[in-house]
């Protein structure tokens, strides 16, 4: 089964590898796309010749707000993401490509759209509040960034807006 995004054609089977490239307007939704684990790369000062480069080169699906840009034939899949919600926009993503948004979630860093990577407690322990250090007992930390993540009020917040939107679960 196809199914077709504006300018191409995308076998069903290549979704659990898709990559996308967010436009200037979208970096709310490129960092809940990364909430979700796709890699989701936003450059908001880059110019549209160089993100149609890195989407050409890169095989990336483009996401963009720009209706007129997204009806034009490209050598790349692009979506045209209808909402200014960021809300709507991620379940328009997720529904449209019948993406998994519970497999891999919390698996990128939110900023450097980088795999972190598990890490000891103890080697934590000067980069968490002590309150934190002292309750949780797993933390991830982003390789590129330094920044260090654990399920904590903010998770559980992500989640809640995450199912909230129906998004909780593998459809």
Not at 81 to 102: A, C, F, M, T
Request: glycine content about 6%.
């Amino acid at each position: 089964m196809k199914r077709t995004v504006f300018t191409m054609d995308i076998e069903e089977s290549s979704f659990s590898c898709l990559k996308f490239l967010a436009d200037g307007m979208l970096g709310s939704l490129a960092r809940w796309l990364r909430f979700l684990g796709y890699d989701t790369v936003f450059h908001q000062d880059w110019t549209k010749g160089q993100l149609l480069s890195l989407a050409k080169t890169e095989g990336r699906i483009f996401l963009t707000r720009d209706r007129a840009f997204a009806q034009k034939s490209r050598p790349f899949p692009v979506i045209f993401v209808s909402s200014e919600d960021v809300g709507d926009q991620l379940k328009q993503v997720v529904v449209d490509l019948n993406l998994d948004p519970v497999s891999h979630r919390f698996s990128l860093c939110s900023l450097c759209n980088v795999s972190v990577k598990s890490v000891k407690k103890d080697e934590v322990a000067d980069s968490v509040p002590k309150a934190v250090w002292a309750r949780e007992s797993v933390f991830w930390e982003c390789p590129c960034c330094g920044r260090i993540y654990w399920q904590g009020g903010h998770w559980q917040r992500i989640e809640a807006r995450l199912a909230a939107l129906h998004l909780n679960k593998r459809e």
